[in-house]
């Protein structure tokens, strides 16, 4: 009987470190900067401040992140749980947990950086709905 206990009671504890909750946030940028490119022959002849976006984003794991932005759905992925990137053209950098000093906002640093497209970096916040 104490076999049993012990097995139902470890498998219990491990389930409670893989099992992660989804957290959904807002994300607002704050600043963009970057460069226009609509010119083919002067495709980055000066900087340029581009409108904010509006996005969500879903913490599935500590590694794993859904960001939904003007018709975009994808996830993107970390191996140390605060730099996300989708291996193309996207990354969003997350400030550590130990350094917000509210659980319910995150602040970020994002990129696009496509050849031949709009290149720029944007800086916000993003609160828990």
Same mark, same amino acid.
């Given at each position: 009987?104490?076999?049993?206990?012990?097995?139902? /009671?470890?498998i219990f504890f491990n389930c409670n470190n893989v099992i992660a909750s989804e957290d959904v946030f807002y994300c607002v =940028?704050? +600043?963009? &900067?970057?460069?226009? !490119? !609509? %010119?083919?022959?002067? *495709?980055?002849?000066? *900087?340029?401040? /581009?409108?904010?976006?509006?996005?969500?984003?879903?913490?599935? &794991?500590?590694? #794993?992140? #859904?960001?939904?932005?003007?018709?975009? =759905? @994808?996830?993107?992925?970390?191996?140390?749980?605060?730099?996300?990137?989708?291996?193309? =053209?996207? &990354?969003?950098? /997350?400030? *550590?947990? #130990?350094?917000?000093?509210? #659980?319910?906002? +995150? $602040?970020?640093? +994002?990129? $696009? &950086?496509? *050849? @031949? =497209? !709009?290149?720029?970096?944007?800086?916000?916040?993003? %609160?828990?709905?």
């Open positions: 009987m104490k076999k049993i206990f012990v097995i139902i /009671f470890l =940028d704050e +600043r963009v &900067t970057g460069y226009m !490119s !609509s %010119d083919i022959e002067k *495709p980055f002849e000066k *900087p340029v401040i /581009f409108k904010g976006e509006k996005f969500k984003v879903n913490f599935i &794991t500590n590694n #794993k992140i #859904k960001m939904i932005e003007n018709g975009y =759905d @994808g996830e993107l992925v970390s191996k140390n749980g605060f730099f996300f990137t989708n291996n193309f =053209d996207t &990354t969003v950098v /997350f400030q *550590p947990l #130990k350094w917000e000093k509210n #659980k319910n906002t +995150r $602040h970020y640093v +994002r990129s $696009h &950086t496509l *050849p @031949g =497209d !709009s290149l720029y970096v944007a800086q916000g916040k993003c %609160d828990k709905f």
